[in-house]
């Protein structure tokens, strides 16, 4: 659509006129110059076809001549962006999304052409080409800017005009103040499904209609949803259409798998190069019975493991079934600890681990159930948390470099850290303390923890072989020399006994601040109360508060 003239006729030279005519000029002889004429018009690209009787019709579709002349003036300079040019397929419609026309900088040239038609006479040969008569070509202007339609159109949903949300929308389109007052809430139908209307009762071309709702439009009536969804403004925002090139994963093989409840084979695509994970079995407190064997995909590895290495984690678990990660790493040199921690599977082909529980996170030999045996108590591990020391997650790049740096710390300063696990009273090593009853050779606690008076006869999710009260003075007892350390200060026993000593009263130890610990399955080995001890103590608490505020009269 190009008949638009945009801004005011300027006089030019007389137009120019070429006669085209095959044997008129010689070949070689360059085409005349031409000077180009100083009118500007707009071009319009038009996504549809435009005849000379709906040229109207268009126009109004883009918006009316103001709309375009204001899209086409705006398209420059900090108004770029408020240079849209809609075109609107069903004018009048609120609900019907359109299609967005962005105006570009183009150096076209409008020509006019005008063909002298001439009558072959009888007997006289016509042109090969098919050229019979003369063209003339003149320039009448140039075209600095174009409008062009190359976004997609966004996907269109008619709701049912009908409705009064659709009436209160038209209202306030037209600012129809009665419109807007007649509005009211229809009651809720909860009929959400309605019989869609026959597809062969509608005006609808059938080529837009697939073979198999052509052949079963008259059988069974179709069911749509009644759920009174309007449409938001915009359903799309991709505009341009992209190629995905999708294509399956060429690792991905397909194999037939049989269900277990129903005995049917199905199909499924694996993917070969999955990552397996070689991690330990991990198991809650409360599962029946212990891994006997490693996982499948462990055991598949048992092959390509070091059998230097694999005798000797085998050995170590012989002699002590329960091992922490500190604990089995100190007992290997660097190199191999190393080997340990990139196989991966050395220690899931000798042991599983607790997720939760007196247990938790220790490597445990597999076959071996600490709950059945009260021996295991001396393996049970206490956590505490130092609130000073943050946690935080390393980038791979400074962990590797930290341990290249202790690695070498320990090859040339001379210096053996293969005691960071145990805590004797008088060093400390590490910032957070986690121990293993076993590996605490401090005389005060190796004390308390071998007192066999202390024990349970069945194994305790929170304390495991140990009483509540007895647990808490070894954690008492432990908290405060381990955290006397860090500040510089061994803590002698008169202080470690007078913590001991219970409140006024009651069989309780004084109590420390210390933050608390909501429950939860991890946290039950670290102090915090079972469920139902919990909310009991929170309803103790609440009544205290109430008797303080509000005394008997």
């Known amino acids: 659509m190009e008949n638009t003239e945009a801004g005011p006729s300027r006089p030019f030279a007389e137009p120019s006129t070429t006669y085209v005519n095959a044997d008129s000029r010689p070949p070689s002889e360059p085409a005349p110059e031409r000077p180009l004429p100083n009118n500007h018009y707009y071009s319009v690209e038009y996504p549809g076809y435009v005849r000379t009787a709906s040229v109207p019709t268009a126009v ?33 419609n609120p609900y019907a999304h359109p299609v967005p026309g962005e105006i570009v900088p183009t150096s076209n040239i409008v020509l006019k052409v005008v063909k002298r038609k001439r009558k072959i006479k009888e007997g006289e040969a016509g042109p090969i080409d098919g050229a019979v008569g003369e063209y003339t070509v003149e320039a009448v202007g140039v075209i600095p800017k174009t409008a062009r339609f ?111 409840d129903t005995g049917e ?27 006997d064997k490693p996982s499948q995909t462990v055991e598949e ?44 599977y050395l220690l899931p082909l000798v042991s599983y681990v607790f997720e939760d529980g007196p247990w938790r996170d220790t490597y445990v030999r597999l076959g071996y159930d600490p709950r059945q045996d009260p021996e295991a108590r001396f393996y049970q591990r206490l956590y505490f948390r130092n609130i000073n020391h943050p946690i935080s997650r390393p980038s791979v790049v400074s962990r590797r470099q930290e341990q290249r740096n202790e690695f070498a710390q320990t090859r040339f300063s001379g210096v053996d850290d293969r005691r ?19 590996d605490i050779t401090d005389p005060m606690l190796k004390e308390m ?70 429950f939860g399955k991890h946290n039950m080995a670290k102090g915090a109360l079972p469920p139902e001890d919990a909310a009991a103590h929170r309803l103790m608490t609440t009544l205290e508060q109430q008797r303080k505020t509000f005394p008997p009269r």
């Not at 695509?269 to 407190?285: C, E, H, M, V």
């Not at 960071?420 to 009853?437: C, K, P, R, W």
């Not at 808490?472 to 381990?482: A, D, G, N, P």
């Open 60 to 92: 109004e579709r883009l918006g009316g001549p103001n709309a375009i002349d204001s899209a086409f003036r705006r398209a420059s300079g900090r108004d770029k962006v408020e240079s849209l040019l809609e075109l609107r397929l069903r004018p009048g």
């Open 150 to 260: 190359r976004s997609m159109a966004d996907f269109q949903y008619q709701p049912d005009m009908s409705d009064p949300l659709a009436h209160l929308r038209k209202a306030m389109d037209t600012m129809d103040v009665d419109g807007i007052l007649r509005y009211h809430i229809p009651p809720e139908d909860e009929n959400y499904t309605v019989t869609e209307a026959d597809p062969s009762a509608m005006d609808i071309d059938p080529q837009l209609l697939g073979e198999g709702e052509a052949a079963t439009s008259g059988t069974d009536p179709k069911i749509r949803s009644n759920l009174r969804l309007f449409p938001p403004p915009l359903f799309s925002r991709q505009c341009v259409p992209q190629n995905y090139n999708y294509k399956a994963n060429t690792a991905s093989i397909q194999t037939i798998v049989v269900d277990e």
């Open 265 to 291: 084979e199905k199909k499924r695509l694996i993917n070969r190069t999955r990552w397996k994970g070689f991690g330990p079995i991990a198991i809650s407190y409360d599962h029946k019975g212990v891994p």
């Open 301 to 344: 590895q048992r092959g390509q493991a070091d059998k230097k290495i694999l005798t000797k984690l085998e050995k170590l678990f012989d002699e002590r079934p329960v091992w922490t990660r500190a604990a089995i790493f100190n007992q290997f040199t660097p190199m191999e600890m190393r080997d340990i921690i990139n196989s991966k």
């Open 420 to 438: 960071s696990h145990i805590f004797d009273g008088t060093t400390v090593t590490s910032e957070t303390a986690a121990f293993q009853l076993c």
């Open 449 to 518: 923890i071998e007192d066999e008076d202390a024990l349970r006869e069945t194994c305790n999710e929170r304390d495991g072989w140990y009483t509540t009260h007895a647990l808490e003075r070894i954690k008492t007892v432990l908290r405060h020399k381990f955290f006397s350390l860090l500040l510089g200060h061994v803590a002698t026993r008169e202080e470690c006994e007078r913590l001991l000593v219970p409140e006024e009263g009651t069989e309780k130890l004084p109590q420390r601040h210390r933050h608390r610990l909501k």
